[in-house]
């Protein structure tokens, strides 16, 4: 079963990257939603909610690469991930998922930002012109991560209905995932780091305490 929700973040970005390729020159200037794009600027399917804040996550991590680019501050900080799972497995905890499956998920978070942070040290240094001149604060950045923590484990607990079924699972993350890279215009780099994050969202054995 591990194999299908492997697939399950190709298939949504495979989906997402043929409704791109409706998107006119036009369009995009001007700023309108690309054609065959969902008319709501709402979340799509009962994965929506999850999958934006996933990606709400994912757009945070560009700060982060902001904030840490050419200083002294690494890319890989094991006593601040640590910190981070600890919390994650003790609101788990309190909120009834099992600890170590919410903590599989927050692993799989943290890896995206990597890509991210990554993919964008690359760019800016092969494209000095294109680096961020400004570097955010890094304790303001945590305190938005820490509040998009709480914030995908109450997710994470609200879903547990239908992540708990692998089939509807399956259909709904292919759902929320493709229809959020085109309507967010998530470009290849934030895509890739997409298909990592909801690795762990469809879970054979679901979130429920063990």
Same mark, same amino acid.
């Given at each position: 079963?591990?194999?299908?929700?492997?697939?399950?973040?190709?298939?949504?970005?495979?989906?997402?990257?043929?409704?791109?390729?409706?998107?006119?020159?036009?369009?995009?200037?001007?700023?309108?939603?690309?054609?065959?794009?969902?008319?709501?600027?709402?979340?799509?399917?009962?994965?929506?909610? %999850?999958?934006?804040?996933?990606?709400?996550?994912?757009?945070?991590? *560009? *700060?982060?690469?902001?904030?840490?680019?050419?200083?002294?501050?690494?890319? *890989?900080?094991?006593?601040?991930?640590?910190?981070?799972?600890?919390?994650?497995?003790?609101?788990?905890?309190?909120?009834?998922?099992?600890?170590?499956?919410?903590?599989?998920?927050?692993?799989?978070?943290?890896?995206?930002?990597?890509?991210?942070?990554?993919?964008?040290?690359?760019?800016?240094?092969?494209?000095?012109?294109?680096? $961020?001149?400004?570097?955010?604060?890094?304790?303001?950045?945590?305190?938005?991560?820490?509040?998009?923590?709480?914030?995908?484990?109450?997710? %994470?607990?609200?879903?547990? $209905?239908?992540?708990?079924?692998?089939?509807?699972?399956?259909?709904?993350?292919?759902?929320?995932?493709?229809?959020?890279?085109?309507?967010?215009?998530? *470009?290849?780099?934030?895509?890739?780091?997409?298909?990592?994050?909801?690795?762990?969202?469809?879970?054979?054995?679901?979130?429920?305490?063990?």
């Amino acid at each position: 079963m591990s194999k299908v929700f492997r697939g399950i973040a190709a298939t949504a970005l495979t989906v997402a990257g043929a409704m791109s390729l409706t998107v006119s020159p036009a369009s995009a200037a001007a700023g309108a939603p690309p054609v065959g794009a969902p008319a709501t600027h709402q979340p799509f399917g009962r994965l929506g909610t %999850l999958t934006e804040l996933v990606i709400e996550r994912l757009r945070v991590s *560009d *700060d982060v690469a902001a904030a840490k680019f050419g200083s002294d501050s690494p890319i *890989d900080d094991p006593a601040r991930e640590q910190q981070v799972l600890d919390e994650v497995r003790r609101q788990a905890a309190a909120l009834g998922l099992a600890p170590d499956a919410a903590a599989m998920f927050f692993r799989d978070q943290i890896t995206a930002s990597k890509i991210v942070q990554r993919g964008l040290f690359a760019r800016w240094t092969a494209h000095p012109g294109e680096a $961020p001149v400004a570097r955010p604060g890094l304790g303001q950045i945590r305190t938005r991560l820490d509040r998009l923590t709480t914030d995908l484990l109450r997710q %994470l607990k609200a879903t547990m $209905p239908v992540r708990t079924q692998p089939v509807p699972c399956a259909v709904q993350l292919t759902l929320a995932a493709g229809s959020a890279v085109v309507r967010k215009r998530l *470009d290849p780099l934030h895509r890739q780091a997409l298909g990592t994050a909801v690795h762990s969202v469809c879970p054979a054995l679901g979130f429920s305490r063990s």
